[in-house]
């Protein structure tokens, strides 16, 4: 019941679930071999006790792209990471970059995705902001980077579809505006028109205490890696293709924020215009007329 409300994006009979196992090779066999392209967008944000970030990006995504070649499958794109790097200080981006390798070496005209933080329904950023349980930071939410409308990610995706050009690629898609996570946080306060606040724990202490409630909760907490990854700055790939090569012009955090972040208010403050609009109004009250006569 739970992804039923997914069937309505297809007509009858033209979206079909099929059951696998990221360690069973014959049921990710049986999921690709009737298509004609396949998409890879399995991955995990931390480890858990049944996988670790090395069972699902690298040895999951090798057993994924030889069920691809195996069946010959027309296109495969395989969807990272920004910052995927093998030297990563970040077990999340080294295990990312070791995959993109596996999946290249066994399928060269995979197409490489590597989309940046994502904002839109049900994200992981602007909602995260928005919540009452976004509470404890290490890094004075001091990282950078380029937040992208899911939509213009999805988009491209799709593009891929119809352009052959797009296979043996590597993309970095990525958002029109550099932010740092205070400046969300910011945007995100003015919109919901409240003040969320934040408690700044040294990366020596939450480190090892993220670590251990990742062990023995089993409710998504947060990651020893995690804290890691808000020390590290998305650096963009200058070799790497981008939204331009597909026509795409991706959308402004800003213009967003209202349609994604309105059910947060108040009943008070519920019909209020989005933050901008309301800046605006601001402004005129404030326009003088200089008199240089």
């Known amino acids: 019941m739970a992804k ?3 069937k309505l994006t297809g007509d009858l009979g033209r979206v079909i679930f099929m059951e696998y196992d990221l360690r069973n090779t014959p049921s990710l066999e049986e999921s690709v071999r009737h298509s004609d392209m396949v998409y890879n967008l399995v991955g995990l944000d931390y ?3 049944n996988f670790t970030l090395e069972d699902v990006h690298v040895e999951g995504a090798e057993r994924i792209a030889e069920a691809v070649a195996k069946y010959d499958i027309d ?7 920004y910052n995927a790097d093998k030297n990563s200080p970040s077990e999340f981006f080294r295990t990312k970059a070791r995959g993109e390798d596996v999946v290249r070496h066994i399928f060269p005209e995979t197409t490489i995705v590597r989309p940046a933080p994502l904002f839109g329904f049900e ?9 009452v349980t976004n509470l404890i930071t290490s890094n004075r939410m001091q990282q950078t980077f380029w937040p992208v409308h899911a939509i213009d ?7 891929m579809i119809e352009d052959d050009s797009t296979a043996s690629q590597t993309y970095e898609l990525y958002g029109p505006t550099e932010y740092s996570m205070v400046e969300i946080a910011q ?3 003015k919109e919901i028109i409240k003040h969320r606040r934040h ?5 020596r202490l939450m480190k090892p205490a993220a670590a251990l409630l990742n062990r023995l909760l089993w409710w998504k907490t947060t990651s020893a890696d995690e804290v890691e990854r808000e020390f590290i700055d998305q650096v963009i790939d200058p070799k790497a293709k981008t939204f331009k090569d597909l026509g795409i012009e991706p959308g402004e955090l800003s213009n967003f924020t209202f349609f994604y972040l ?17 800046e605006k109004r601001e402004e005129k009250k404030y326009l003088h007329v200089i008199d240089n006569q």
Request: hydrophobic letters at 40%; glycine letters at 4%; zero cysteines.
């Open 75 to 81: 296109r495969f794109v395989h969807v990272s990471s």
């Open 187 to 189: 945007l995100v306060d």
């Open 199 to 203: 408690l700044n724990i040294p990366k």
């Open 123 to 131: 994200d992981r950023l602007l909602h995260k902001l928005a919540g």
């Open 153 to 159: 990610v999805g988009q491209a995706l799709a593009e």
């Open 47 to 49: 480890p858990t006790k």
């Open 4 to 6: 039923r409300h997914l």
């Open 262 to 278: 309105q059910a947060y208010r108040s009943w008070a403050f519920y019909d209020l215009p989005p933050a901008t609009e309301r």
